[in-house]
C-alpha cells in the first residue's frame, strides 16, 4: 500500500530536549515536506525536499532541522523544542509538478 | 505571492441542509493544481479532490460538487444533504510548482473551514 508512515503519532516532551519525529514513504517520490498546522493559522511549510541530500526552508524553519540522506526518509529534528512547537505535524512526499501528495497520519507534539 | 483564502472560519448547518464552503486563490503559475481537503475530529488529512488548471469543468461526487472558475480564481465545495458525518475542518490548497528560488512543489492552504452539522 502506497503510504507515508510518521511516529510517533503523539509525543509529549519537556523544553530542550532534543527529539525526532521520524517520516518514511514507499512511493519513490522525489518530494517530501513537513508542514505544521496551528489554529486559524492552517497548514505552513517547515522544510522541503527536491530529493536526496537537497534540502530548503519553507515558511516557518526556526527552530528546525531536516535530513534527507536517503530518498524514502525525511526525518524531522527539533533540537531545543520550545513551547511554541506544540503543533500538529505532517509529512507529505509527492512526485514533480504538484500533481498530488500523499500525506502522512500527523504527529501531535506538545512541549511543556 | 501565492495565497489560498477561506474566509468562512465556521459554519454551522442543520442536517440535510446544503452548504458550500468558498475557496479563492492566487497564483502566477500558468500550470497549477487545486486540491479540497478534509480533517475530521482524528486528525488526519483526506483527499477529496484535485483540479488541475486547465479542466474547468465542475465535478460531482455523491453528495459533493466543486465548482471551478479561473475567471474569479475560486474553487468552491458544496455538500448536498449533509449529514452529522460531515462535520469537520475543510481545507482548500493550491500546489506551487516554482517561485523565486527555483523549482518547488509546495502545497499551499487556506486557513481551513470548521463545518459543524448539527443532528
Known amino acids: 500500500e502506497a503510504q507515508v508512515t510518521q511516529n510517533p503519532r503523539y509525543l509529549i516532551t519537556v523544553t530542550g530536549k532534543k527529539l525526532t519525529v521520524t517520516c518514511s514513504q514507499n512511493?519513490?517520490?522525489?518530494?517530501m515536506s513537513w508542514y505544521r498546522q496551528d489554529p486559524g493559522l492552517g497548514l505552513r511549510q517547515i522544510y522541503y525536499?527536491?530529493?536526496?541530500?537537497?534540502?530548503d526552508k519553507g515558511d516557518v524553519p526556526e527552530g528546525y532541522k531536516v535530513s534527507r540522506k536517503e530518498k524514502r526518509n525525511f526525518p524531522l529534528i527539533l533540537e531545543s523544542p520550545s513551547p511554541n512547537q506544540t503543533s500538529l505535524y505532517f509529512c507529505?512526499?509527492?512526485?514533480?509538478?504538484?500533481?498530488?501528495?500523499?500525506f502522512g497520519s500527523g504527529t501531535r507534539l506538545t512541549v511543556v | 505571492a501565492q495565497k489560498v483564502t477561506q474566509a468562512q472560519t465556521e459554519i454551522s448547518v442543520v442536517e440535510k441542509e446544503d452548504v458550500t464552503l468558498d475557496c479563492v486563490y492566487e497564483?502566477?503559475?500558468?500550470?497549477?493544481?487545486l486540491f479540497w481537503y478534509k480533517q475530521p475530529p482524528s486528525g488526519e488529512l483526506v483527499f477529496l479532490i484535485r483540479?488541475?488548471?486547465?479542466?474547468?469543468q465542475n465535478e460531482i461526487s455523491g453528495r459533493y460538487s466543486w465548482n471551478f472558475q479561473k475567471s474569479t480564481s475560486s474553487f468552491n465545495f458544496t455538500i448536498t444533504a449533509s449529514q452529522v458525518v460531515d462535520s469537520a475542518v475543510y481545507f482548500c490548497?493550491?500546489?506551487?510548482?516554482?517561485?523565486?528560488?527555483?523549482?518547488?512543489?509546495?502545497?499551499?492552504f487556506g486557513t481551513g473551514t470548521l463545518l459543524a452539522v448539527q443532528p
Open positions: 507529505a512526499s509527492s512526485p514533480r509538478g504538484g500533481r498530488g501528495y500523499t
Open positions: 512511493m519513490n517520490h522525489e518530494y
Open positions: 525536499s527536491m530529493n536526496v541530500e537537497v534540502t
Open positions: 497564483t502566477r503559475d500558468t500550470t497549477y493544481y
Open positions: 483540479r488541475n488548471s486547465f479542466d474547468e
Open positions: 490548497a493550491l500546489s506551487e510548482t516554482m517561485n523565486y528560488g527555483g523549482a518547488t512543489n509546495k502545497l499551499i
